[in-house]
């Protein structure tokens, strides 16, 4: 008679072997090719440090100001100028310029990535049931499982440093924008298009002209939410190489330096409202429209 | 020649809507298979049912009917954008049906332009940015988008509206960027699908009018889907109209008024002020004779013909064209019989009672 005490398991000789199979090709896979993968990361390693380096070397009071104008430009609000300043200000005051320009440079070049990446991905979803039946498991996926472990084979392939930290980063951060942009489009009135459709607009005109731009809040909501992933994976970031905010953090955790780690998490903090309300009021320019009243 | 020519040809016209409609499509046409058993027994819909039309250039043919009555599936069988299960549709020449993704994008760009119910306009762009969209599409060089785009803003009475943005106009206001946008476009054919249906009564008389005036100037084929019948008589130089997907009669609004083919189109009719909408010249005979005292365009409602003779102290009245030569003769009996027919006089005096001042109340 069949009990039900235990799960019936698979033989433990058979699991082990099939474990050892699937690292050893792996591995293998990783001698074999590693170098290329590398060598095709290498633009984006460069484009990384030459924006860390940037941020670093120049001036930091130029450094702000560019800051506080592209602040003001996207949100004309000198309220939000004010206070992304005083932050800023406070941050330095308290040491931690550098790491936080070094966190920003990978927010940026982050963010960059998975829009380039995910807005032409959601548009293929949007566009094809087929591709949106593959994307939806995959996107699960890539926002549910524990970071850690996608990091152990990234590690493997490219080591420990800034590129790995990257792509740990972007993986988490770009599901956002993907899914915003094919909900944006495929909410986007039927009416209009069709309308669109009569005047003998293109697949490209249509896109260009009427799902692109009536999809932007959800599109620019879908960058908001990137940016905040990627901001809560810094200290994640950081246990392989990433620098910035988030080694100081992991160093307190492992000393107990309250303090420490306290700091470095208000100066995330500070970094994620600026940006946080910086794109939205950029979003609610984007779309004055919206705002007028009827006449 | 080409002028009066026909523009838009519908020939037996049948659409299936459903996944298989090639598998139901001989049952329905051969084999006489109707609407419901369609429905009922293969889950297809029958949207259209051998529908035939020759649509005059230069003229506005209404297709007029309840809502489901297929009229808005036809309209859309002319810029293809839905496709006949069965028949054939020439617009202008041109074999809508065969035409490549490519060649039908250029159709629609050149040759039709539509205005919608629900206006349908691009929400983010102002007045003047809705209204270059169709020449945008066909690549048309800004300058000359603007300066067609400034003439029909004027032309719909919208100057000074350019930079608003379509949330911050009435729904009259919007459906009239609406239509500019379709004039713009400068095609031949323009489609109107119920376009002042979601409009106020009286903004909808008014957008009626600027249609009518407009279409002095520029003389397009212009199909009209309506299912006011008011609407349909006020405009239509043709009327057809449908029912359950299929049309039962078309027609001069007179001959539909007058002479209603199915109980169906009699009971559009009933409710329509004849006064208003029958024209002298349907009533004029042909008589030899001396010339009449009196003299009357055949353009004239009955209702004013009839009292042009009342206050003449005549029976009888000679009826003239648009040239002033005349055609026939009308007697007071004839108009007043005809007239008589109509149930909507009630109306027409209330109507005509409310445009009294109230004089006592002044002052």
Redesign the interface.
Known sequence: MMSFDGFPVMDADTLTALKKAIDGGFRAFTREFGATVEDFFLPLRTFLIFVERLLVTTPWPLVLLVIVGLVYLASRSWRLVAGAAAALLVIGYFGMWEDTMRTLAMIVVATLISVAIGIPLGILMAWSGRARAVMLPVLDVMQTMPSFVYLIPVVMLLGIGKVPGLIAVVIYAAPPIIRLTNLGIRLVDADVLEAADAFGASTWQKLRKVQLPLALPNIMAGINQTIMAALSMVVVASMIGVQGLGQPVLKAIANQYFTLGVFNGFAIVGIAIIFDRTSQAFGRRLQKHREAEHA | MLESSTSIEIRNVYKIFGPHPERYIEAVRDGGMCKGDLLEKHNHVLGLKNVSLDIEAGHIQVIMGLSGSGKSTLIRHI?R?IEPTAGEVIVEGTDVRALKPKA???????S???V?Q?F???????VIGNVV??L???GVSRAEQLEEAHHWINRVGLAGFED???????GGMQQRVGLARALS?DAPIL?MDEAFSALDPLIRVDMQAILLDLQEEVRKTIVFITHDLDEALRIGDRVAIMQDGELVQQGKPEDIVLSPATPYVEDFVRQVNRGRVVKVGALARSVSGPPAALRISGSLPLADAALRLVEARLSFADVTDANGAVVGRVGLEDVVRTLARSAGEEGALAGMASEEPPARLVG
């Open positions: 810029n954008l039908l994008r250029n159709f629609r760009r050149a039709t332009a539509m919608f629900k349908a306009l691009l929400p983010h762009r102002t969209f169709g945008e599409i066909r608003k943005y379509p949330s911050q106009l009435s476009n489609l």
